[in-house]
């Protein structure tokens, strides 16, 4: 593992940053620069302290991977309950999005088309794709020599 920029692993984007304070605050209030970056160290060390807790918790249950559940747990271990309900809807609405998106999964599996078929009718397209380009090109060059013979 490269420890090298290990300053921009553990930083949030500036942007970021911004848009979030410059949204809980009253538009007539400024923030500093250095008061913008102490407020990003610290949901940068609250992200480290969750996501300790939450990998302890994680092996702890002898898993390999750290789920919602972990994270939940280590909130409400370390005193953070309040945000425990915030957090289970954005889940909620994450799900129900992730639901309802397209998946080109699905396409495959809807179209009744085997993969052979699938391909075949990409190679169509491709040659009806070059055959329209080179129309394009030849139409532009003729126009071009017409231009140039008056």
Wanted: with cysteine; net charge neutral; aromatic share 8%.
């Amino acid at each position: 593992m490269n420890y090298e920029n290990r300053d921009e692993e553990n930083s949030l984007p500036k942007s970021t940053v911004d848009r979030f304070v410059n949204n809980c605050l009253p538009k007539q209030i400024t923030v500093s620069k250095d008061a913008k970056e102490m407020f990003s160290n610290c949901i940068i060390e609250f992200l480290k302290m969750i996501s300790l807790k939450a990998t302890t918790i994680c092996e702890k249950e002898k898993k390999k991977t750290i789920a919602f559940e972990h994270l939940i747990k280590a909130l409400e271990e370390k005193g953070f309950a309040e945000y425990v309900k915030t957090c289970k809807e954005a889940q909620f609405n994450y799900e129900n999005y992730v639901k309802a998106k397209p998946s080109k999964i699905n396409k495959f599996k809807t179209s009744g088309l085997s993969l052979e078929e699938l391909h075949n009718q990409q190679l169509e397209l491709f040659k009806n794709a070059k055959q329209e380009f080179d129309k394009t090109m030849n139409g532009n060059e003729e126009t071009e020599i017409q231009n140039k013979s008056l």
